[in-house]
């Protein structure tokens, strides 16, 4: 399957086989895809530490003890995102992906979510996947990637641990049949937005700032 510029957005589903640990059984949003490359948000990656211990904000506020950051992807690891199941704040700062799934850049929001009890309904996301142009066709094209339509019921009902397997058994695969039916590992050499191969590299540990 080789896709086309314009398609996004959609879900990206990873192969079994996939040997980069920033996307091993992840499934990603991909928000846009031009001529320019891609970009898009690992959806089921939570951190396990609480975001108090990682996260500085200018002004300074008090985070909800509770609150986990999400992992969207290798790239940028200091950048904050959020995505929530609703329009909140003002239009510019935010846009629909599709219905019932918004992502905003808006730092209020993201200040007023840091401090609030956690929501399946929303989530604060550091860091982003991207592509060079024609990386993601190659890669598909390689097997690393399937693909699925947004559902947003999927990404914020379903438990991070389990959407992966959730996600392909929508599709009708078998993630047991699907690991076993493709013998070899695929490894994929991306060159991120910063310039750096992130072939076989995990996430800095840099902390998040929300200025």
Known sequence: MVMMSGTAPILLLSMPQMADPNFAQTVV?????????????VVNRQM??????MVKTEPPVKIDPELRLWIGGPVEPQRTWVLTANAHGQEHEQREICPGVVLSVSHQLTLDLLQT???????????YSGWAPGQLDQEIAASAWL?????????????????WETALRRLGTDPAKLQTSYQGEIRIERENLT???SKGSSPP???????
Not at 29 to 41: I, K, N, V
Not at 48 to 53: G, I, V
Not at 156 to 163: C, E, I, K, R
């Open 117 to 127: 009890p956690p929501s399946n309904r929303s989530r604060v996301i550091v860091g």
């Open 29 to 41: 949003l991909l928000c846009d895809y031009t001529d320019r490359g891609a970009f898009g948000l």
């Open 205 to 211: 540990p840099n902390r998040p700032r929300v200025h």
């Open 147 to 163: 693909t699925m339509e947004v559902d947003a019921d999927l990404i914020f009902t379903v438990p991070p641990d389990l959407m």
């Open 48 to 53: 396990d530490e609480p975001a108090w211990t």
């Open 195 to 197: 310039g750096k191969s």
